[in-house]
T-cell receptor, first 114, second 114 residues
Framework: DTGVSQDPRHKITKRGQNVTFRCDPI?????LYWYRQTLGQGPEFLTY????????KSRLLSDRFSAERPKGSFSTLEIQRTEQGDSAMYLC????????????FGSGTRLTVV | AQKVTQAQTEISVVEKEDVTLDCVYE???????LFWYKQPPSGELVFLIR??????QNEISGRYSWNFQKSTSSFNFTITASQVVDSAVYFC???????????FGKGTRLHILP
């Protein structure tokens, strides 16, 4: 088990383009979370899945953002029509159960919108 | 609403000094979890500790110790005999037991000077 994997590590895109990030959780973990971290701030919760069901979305997740977790395995986070304000580190985390036990973060995808 | 406040934005100490990072939290839940994470320059979030709100015992792990005071809603973190490798941003965080989303403070950037 190599932990939570995120791909790509870095992404530079032009404003207006669409981007998609992937997260592979630890295999036995049924909960998967997305966070966003901007410069000088702590990570902020975006959304989470229990298996394939998306159970909560933060108001930070505008209509341009969509997340999926088909078959309850890996997850993708897509941002449409990127804006400069979307530049941030996007972190994925997974856990096997309630209580934030074994909550493990990936290394993140750093997005720069130019 | 849940909130975590880390009043110290940045701290610098000379190597081998002890340093305490402050954390104050707000929550209406009676049961919750408190965390500390370390984020070195590489960017990955490194889990340090998770503490259940029912357990007010202080904890020591090597040079690290944590002081949980429910009466003052504080969960402070002390590094004893600091080392240059301790230089990082440290986040205090809080989660409830329902959806496990973690609410982070803004972090304290710690510089250990040789």
């Amino acid at each position: 088990d190599t932990g939570v994997s995120q791909d790509p590590r870095h992404k530079i895109t032009k404003r207006g383009q669409n981007v998609t990030f992937r997260c592979d959780p630890i295999s036995e973990h049924n909960r998967l979370y997305w966070y966003r971290q901007t410069l000088g701030q702590g990570p902020e919760f975006l959304t989470y899945f229990q298996n394939e069901a998306q159970l909560e979305k933060s108001r930070l997740l505008s209509d341009r953002f969509s997340a999926e977790r088909p078959k309850g395995s890996f997850s993708t986070l897509e941002i449409q029509r990127t804006e400069q304000g979307d530049s941030a580190m996007y972190l994925c985390a997974s856990s096997p159960m309630e209580g934030a036990v074994g909550y493990t973060f990936g290394s993140g995808t750093r997005l720069t919108v130019v | 609403a849940q909130k975590v406040t880390q009043a110290q934005t940045e701290i610098s100490v000379v190597e081998k000094e002890d340093v305490t990072l402050d954390c104050v939290y707000e929550t209406r839940d009676t049961t919750y979890y408190l965390f500390w994470y370390k984020q070195p320059p590489s960017g990955e979030l490194v889990f340090l500790i998770r503490r259940n709100s029912f357990d007010e015992q202080n904890e020591i792990s090597g040079r690290y110790s944590w002081n949980f005071q429910k009466s003052t809603s504080s969960f402070n973190f002390t590094i004893t005999a600091s080392q240059v490798v301790d230089s990082a941003v440290y986040f205090c965080a809080l989660s409830d037991l329902v959806d496990d989303k973690i609410i982070f403070g803004k972090g304290t950037r710690l510089h250990i000077l040789p």
